[in-house]
């Protein structure tokens, strides 16, 4: 129900340690992904993209793995900071490249 | 210019007016976007624009009117909205693939 909708997932994790937060997309013809990262007041932010002929894909502190077989997405970040704090949204492209469908979303909390 | 602006950050409106929001990129982006986002959910797609035309239309409500004037600007026209309205509007940009989000219109409807 609508009240289920208003508690995001949430992460804890400790200053330092690394975050590994998870997506599961529902579309079979997806062929590309996106990570977002929105913090509090702002528009999302690019974090990190992978296509579906990938399964691997690094960036600067970031990793982005794809499992297509059950369709499963999830982005590492390596020692995390207080300035990871944010809202982290998976987004996949659907049947058509121009339409980007976002994920239901997870808060990352950095523990001190 | 590496960025996507919107105006206004903020817009009070009554269920009679009629206002518009505004957003513009100079990154030579051919597609354009607008987004809904309520209060802890994702982004809802409402609207994209490829080379200045309307190419998805998520089953918006008529009382939110698009345009795009030129590949720069994006228009959303807001007539007749009602108090569920309220929320963050995003537009987007797209050169290829990957979207660059400006920081959105924070709509209240009274």
């Known amino acids: 129900g609508e009240s289920v909708g208003l508690h995001l997932p949430t992460l804890s994790v400790q200053e330092g340690d690394n975050s590994i937060i998870n997506c599961a997309y529902s579309n079979s013809a997806s062929d590309y992904f996106i990570w977002y990262k929105q913090e509090s007041g702002k528009g999302p932010q690019f974090i990190i993209d992978?296509?579906?002929?990938?399964d691997k894909r690094q960036g600067q502190r970031v990793t982005v793995l794809l499992n297509k077989t059950v369709k499963h997405l999830s982005l590492q970040i390596a020692a995390t900071q207080p300035g990871d704090s944010a809202v982290y949204f998976c987004a996949e492209n659907g049947e058509r490249d121009d339409k980007i469908i976002f994920g239901k979303g997870t808060r990352l909390h950095i523990l001190p | 210019d590496t960025e996507v602006t919107q105006t206004p950050k903020h817009l009070v409106m009554g269920m009679t007016n009629k206002k518009s929001l505004k957003c513009e990129q100079h990154?030579?982006?051919?597609?354009m976007y607008w987004y809904k986002q309520k209060a802890k959910k994702p982004p809802e797609l409402m609207f994209v624009?490829?080379?200045?035309?309307?190419?998805i239309n998520e089953s918006v409500p008529s009382r939110f009117s698009p345009e795009c004037p030129n590949s720069s600007l994006l228009n959303l026209h807001l007539h007749a909205l009602q108090p569920e309205d309220s929320a963050l509007y995003l537009c987007?940009?797209?050169?290829?693939?990957?979207?660059?989000f400006g920081p959105g219109t924070r709509l209240t409807v009274l």
């Open positions: 624009y490829s080379y200045e035309k309307l190419s």
């Open positions: 987007a940009s797209s050169l290829t693939s990957g979207l660059f």
């Open positions: 992978i296509r579906s002929n990938m």
């Open positions: 990154m030579g982006h051919r597609a």
